[in-house]
């Protein structure tokens, strides 16, 4: 008996007792129609891709209050797209971002100044901050892979969240800062956090946060922070839109596994990592994607993988 033959008899027989099937349907399908936001415009450029796009271009894609909230709803319901394999996220117009909108920063400073007691508005802060940290967070969190595609300046807020994603592209105009010591902040939702582990220099990211200093293309793919460079933003597009269109053929049980071990590894012993992926793979093992994976290689046909 073949071994394409062999393979799918038992895999199969544990998928009827319904232990990855399950999870599968718990997931929603949607289309680009179903995300709707006032500061992102979601489109579907190709099968399995969604396009997340900052849509405040007049004030260079600001991060404002309704971005902050936006940005969670947005990758909560992608995490659930089972129709979605791969996330570019870029900016429109003539940045990628400014981070922060200023605006909202100076309302916000007044508004907590209300003259009650220190204790009583730093404990009504510490949540505040805590969502603003989930804006990013939810980027690591949702399964999908996020690619960011950074043309011009990327700027405050926008480290922050583009060291949450998984791999980045940029231009060769493009420019990197960490402003927040240039508005009287220690930044706090991700960049101090994240960006030492993604150029693997912590003194290079102190250099960074405490200067504010600019860091070019060349330089931001020198030390690690994006991988690849292109000569225009269109070019760019194209090139995350590609690379998210591939790791969509692979199978999603793989590639969501892939990235949710690697978050976990990245904070963790190697040890403790290998515990983690072998707990997740106890389960994902007995995927029916393992037997096309394979009948597909002796096959030599297209895999279909199903949805999740
Ligand atoms: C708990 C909080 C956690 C988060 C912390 C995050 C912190 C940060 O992000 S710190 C960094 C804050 N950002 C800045 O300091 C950048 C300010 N902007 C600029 O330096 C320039 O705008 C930039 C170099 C990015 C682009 O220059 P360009 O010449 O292309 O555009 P401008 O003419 O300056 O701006 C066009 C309009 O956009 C408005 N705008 C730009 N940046 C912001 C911003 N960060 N917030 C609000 N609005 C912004 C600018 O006012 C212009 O608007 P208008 O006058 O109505 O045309």
Redesign the pocket.
């Known amino acids: 008996m073949s071994l394409v033959k062999l393979i799918p008899t038992r895999l199969f027989s544990v998928l009827k007792q319904g232990q990855v099937s399950a999870l599968i349907h718990t997931r929603s399908m949607s289309s680009d129609a179903d995300y709707k936001f006032e500061t992102l415009k979601v489109t579907k450029p190709k099968e399995w891709v969604l396009q997340v796009e900052l849509n405040?271009p007049?004030?260079?894609n600001?991060?404002?209050r309704a971005f902050?909230r936006e940005m969670v709803e947005c990758f909560e319901q992608i995490a659930q797209d089972s129709d979605c394999r791969a996330v570019v996220l870029s900016g429109a117009g003539?940045?990628f971002?400014?981070?922060?909108?200023?605006?909202?920063?100076a309302g916000?400073a007044g508004m907590i100044d209300d003259g009650s007691d220190i204790a009583r508005r730093a404990s009504k802060l510490r949540p505040?901050?805590s969502r603003?940290?989930n804006t990013f967070t939810v980027i690591e969190k949702c399964p999908k892979p996020v690619i960011a595609a950074v043309h011009?300046?990327c700027?405050?807020?926008?480290?922050?969240m583009i060291t949450a994603c998984d791999i980045r592209y940029c231009t060769r105009d493009a420019w990197f800062?960490v402003?927040?010591v240039?508005?009287g902040?220690a930044?706090?939702?991700g960049t101090l956090q994240r960006l030492p582990k993604v150029v693997g220099s912590d003194s290079l990211a102190r250099e960074l946060a405490y200067t504010a200093r600019k860091m070019m293309s060349d330089e931001a793919k020198e030390c690690g922070l994006v991988s690849r460079l292109f000569n225009s933003r269109e070019e760019m597009i194209q090139g995350a839109l590609d690379l998210a269109a591939l790791i969509a053929t692979k199978s999603p049980v793989a590639v969501q596994g892939s990235k949710i071990s690697m978050v976990y590894s990245r904070d963790h012993s190697v040890q403790e990592g290998l515990d983690h992926v072998a707990m997740y793979n106890m389960a994902m093992f007995q995927s029916e994607d393992i037997t096309k994976a394979v009948e597909g290689f002796l096959t030599k046909e297209e895999i279909v993988y199903s949805k999740l």
């Open positions: 405040r007049e004030k260079r600001a991060m404002n902050w003539k940045i971002t400014a981070g922060i909108d200023l605006m909202d920063l916000s505040m901050i603003f940290q011009n300046a700027v405050g807020g926008g480290i922050d800062q402003k927040e240039d508005v902040l930044a706090d939702v």
